[in-house]
């Protein structure tokens, strides 16, 4: 499992030396809030209500949402095909069509998550019940991701063939590795992303523009690795259960 996780950071690397304009595009809808945020005097004067209702950061909150799920695409082909960055940034049918399809979905659940009413509200429940309520729909949302961590991998990759409801009899027994590899591409990059983020607050104005330069980078490369560990969950639960993530050998096999 570490030697995946040591890939996984390589591989990041490598596919930003290797296609950096994909690789960009999240750090630059990061760095673009920033801006917003610096300019209406966030890291001067911390979450203030004009800060915190601001049309301009809010709608690059979401694009930066929106770019997150990118490498759900790319950098998932890059990987799966051992670096090849030809077949990572093409766009074929019917891995182009199918990803649109995932991405519309979680664009909608992000939206709502995003700017939607509260599930508290919409229940009728209390304050108390309300963070309860919300607590157990982060959770139950957590878990069914990572059972569809197989269904994510396979369309990107033009295997319509691991819908939804395979992908979850494919990762059974994989859940607690693949929470695993989420935890080593996620955690330690937002940890910093976050590090960084409060500690700007009320430092000199050309030191926070300088770290949320390296903030942003940081989120270009935690767009990668948490695709990518979607993938290794995916990767080591089909070859636990045999199963051809791409779908190309079943193709094969039916064009005899």
Same mark, same amino acid.
């Given at each position: 499992m570490w030697r995946d996780i040591k890939q996984l950071y390589a591989d990041s690397a490598a596919f930003a030396k290797a296609l950096p304009i994909l690789f960009s595009i999240p750090l630059l809808i990061e760095f673009a809030q920033h801006?917003?945020?610096?300019?209406?005097?966030?890291?001067?004067?911390?979450?203030?209500?004009?800060?915190?209702?601001?049309?301009?950061?809010?709608?690059?909150? @979401?694009?930066?949402?929106?770019?997150?799920?990118?490498?759900?695409?790319?950098?998932?082909?890059?990987?799966?095909?051992?670096?090849?960055?030809?077949?990572?940034?093409?766009?074929?049918?019917?891995?182009?069509?199918? @990803?649109?399809?995932? @991405?519309?979905?979680?664009?909608? @659940?992000?939206?709502?998550?995003?700017f939607g009413p509260p599930l508290g509200m919409t229940?009728?429940?209390?304050?108390?019940?309300?963070?309860?309520?919300?607590?157990?729909?982060?959770?139950?949302?957590?878990v069914i991701g990572v059972y569809l961590s197989a269904w994510l991998v396979a369309w990107p990759l033009g295997n319509p063939r691991i819908g939804p409801l395979r992908s979850i009899a494919i990762m059974a027994g994989s859940f607690w590795r693949t929470v695993g590899y989420m935890v080593a591409g996620t955690v330690p990059l937002m940890s910093l992303h976050y590090l960084l983020g409060y500690s700007a607050l009320g430092r000199p104005e050309p030191l926070v523009w300088a770290m949320m330069a390296v903030d942003a980078l940081v989120v270009g490369v935690l767009a990668l690795t948490t695709s990518g560990a979607v993938y290794l969950g995916a990767r080591h639960a089909s070859e636990r259960r045999n199963v051809d993530l791409t779908g190309r050998a079943k193709a094969a096999e039916l064009g005899r």
């Open positions: 801006v917003v945020e610096i300019d209406i005097g966030f890291y001067r004067h911390g979450l203030t209500a004009a800060a915190a209702f601001d049309q301009r950061r809010l709608a690059l909150g @979401f694009a930066k949402v929106l770019a997150l799920l990118l490498p759900g695409y790319w950098f998932v082909r890059f990987i799966a095909s051992s670096r090849d960055a030809g077949f990572a940034k093409r766009i074929e049918r019917p891995a182009a069509t199918l @990803f649109a399809v995932q @991405f519309g979905v979680q664009a909608m @659940f992000q939206w709502l998550a995003l229940l009728g429940l209390g304050p108390r019940l309300s963070t309860y309520a919300q607590l157990a729909a982060t959770i139950g949302v957590s």
